[in-house]
């Protein structure tokens, strides 16, 4: 089962949003030749408006991990929050970043899969868990499920997306089917996308053959769109903008001195970049869509994400 309850010199240049942005949250952002201590305002947001806390991850196992520049799995929220309703967890990715190889890994897990909301007990779709009980529910129902630890968790507003694309002046995807959606022409073969384009190139699936697993794997090119969109600008100019866009839509369980562990030991991993999609076998029950993943499914990816970088 998951677990439970758990002064450098100004001058000195290394590569610290590979970290920070975590869409969907996360999102990791890339920027080079400048110190992240040395931006007041970074603080200020991650501290007051990005960092909460939550019961379901010891964060002292996490920070030992932090310390030793173990490997981390941070599972990414995207959610589609509605007034007066904080909306259900549609996109969920479990991001394993292994800083000795310098590589990480993306594995996406369907928001129809199967699956018992630990603290709720009713059997459901996964993506339920965050509706009824938030990220702490959404961080144990999948712990249990693929029997691993979560160290940290981020949380984005779906909405946020677009202006996250925006502020690094929009990304570069290479799209494997061509599709219309939301009023805008998507064709096959490399793409130069806006904030709201992107939104429109994710939220896609009806029309996708693959339905929700078309879906995921435009969501990790958008995931990898900022972050390779990121690591080639100057950002110190958008600095601001960016930390605008994270305090009106990312919570995480990170803390500062965390992020700034992150960047300083973990910026390498995205040399290398890992992807998988679970899948399973469609059922219905009780009028509802589900994924059943056989458990050989759940061992497999089990085994990835714990071994990742052995």
């Given at each position: 089962?998951?677990?439970?309850?758990?002064?450098?010199?100004?001058?000195?240049?290394?590569?610290?949003?590979?970290?920070?942005?975590?869409?969907?949250?996360?999102?990791?952002?890339?920027?080079?030749?400048?110190?992240?201590?040395?931006?007041?305002?970074?603080?200020?947001?991650?501290?007051?408006?990005?960092?909460?806390?939550?019961?379901?991850?010891?964060?002292?196992?996490?920070?030992?991990?932090?310390?030793?520049?173990?490997?981390?799995?941070?599972?990414?929220?995207?959610?589609?929050?509605?007034?007066?309703?904080?909306?259900?967890?549609?996109?969920?990715?479990?991001?394993?970043?292994?800083?000795?190889?310098?590589?990480?890994?993306?594995?996406?897990?369907?928001?129809?899969?199967?699956?018992?909301?630990?603290?709720?007990?009713?059997?459901?779709?996964?993506?339920?868990?965050?509706?009824?009980?938030?990220?702490?529910?959404?961080?144990?129902?999948?712990?249990?499920?693929?029997?691993?630890?979560?160290?940290?968790?981020?949380?984005?507003?779906?909405?946020?997306?677009?202006?996250?694309?925006?502020?690094?002046?929009?990304?570069?995807?290479?799209?494997?089917?061509?599709?219309?959606?939301?009023?805008?022409?998507?064709?096959?073969?490399?793409?130069?996308?806006?904030?709201k384009e992107s939104l429109a190139y994710v939220r896609m699936?009806?029309?996708?053959?693959?339905?929700?697993?078309?879906?995921?794997?435009?969501?990790?090119?958008?995931?990898?769109?900022?972050?390779?969109?990121?690591?080639?600008?100057?950002?110190?100019?958008?600095?601001?903008?960016?930390?605008?866009?994270?305090?009106?839509?990312?919570?995480?369980?990170?803390?500062?001195?965390?992020?700034?562990?992150?960047?300083?030991?973990?910026?390498?991993?995205?040399?290398?970049?890992?992807?998988?999609?679970?899948?399973?076998?469609?059922?219905?029950?009780?009028?509802?869509?589900?994924?059943?993943?056989?458990?050989?499914?759940?061992?497999?990816?089990?085994?990835?994400?714990?071994?990742?970088?052995?």
């Open positions: 089962m998951g677990r439970k309850g758990r002064s450098k010199s100004k001058s000195k240049k290394f590569s610290w949003w590979k970290i920070l942005i975590v869409i969907f949250g996360v999102l990791l952002l890339t920027v080079s030749g400048i110190a992240i201590y040395l931006i007041s305002n970074v603080r200020s947001t991650v501290n007051n408006h990005l960092h909460t806390d939550i019961e379901s991850i010891d964060t002292a196992v996490t920070k030992k991990k932090l310390n030793n520049k173990d490997p981390l799995n941070i599972l990414l929220l995207g959610v589609d929050e509605r007034e007066n309703d904080r909306g259900r967890s549609d996109t969920m990715i479990i991001l394993t970043l292994d800083p000795d190889n310098e590589k990480m890994q993306m594995v996406s897990i369907p928001r129809d899969t199967e699956a018992e909301i630990i603290g709720d007990g009713r059997v459901t779709r996964m993506n339920h868990a965050y509706a009824y009980g938030g990220s702490d529910m959404a961080v144990d129902t999948v712990e249990s499920f693929l029997d691993i630890e979560i160290d940290y968790f981020t949380r984005v507003n779906m909405e946020g997306l677009s202006q996250l694309v925006n502020s690094v002046d929009g990304i570069t995807v290479h799209n494997n089917r061509a599709f219309q959606y939301d009023g805008y022409q998507f064709p096959q073969g490399q793409l130069q996308l806006t904030g699936r009806k029309e996708d053959p693959q339905g929700d697993l078309g879906r995921n794997e435009r969501q990790r090119q958008v995931i990898q769109g900022v972050i390779d969109k990121g690591a080639s600008l100057n950002m110190i100019s958008k600095v601001g903008d960016v930390m605008d866009v994270l305090g009106d839509n990312v919570s995480t369980n990170m803390d500062f001195k965390a992020l700034r562990k992150l960047a300083t030991n973990y910026s390498g991993a995205r040399k290398e970049t890992v992807t998988y999609q679970m899948s399973g076998s469609s059922k219905t029950s009780s009028g509802m869509y589900l994924i059943e993943m056989p458990n050989e499914e759940i061992e497999k990816t089990h085994d990835m994400i714990e071994n990742f970088g052995s």
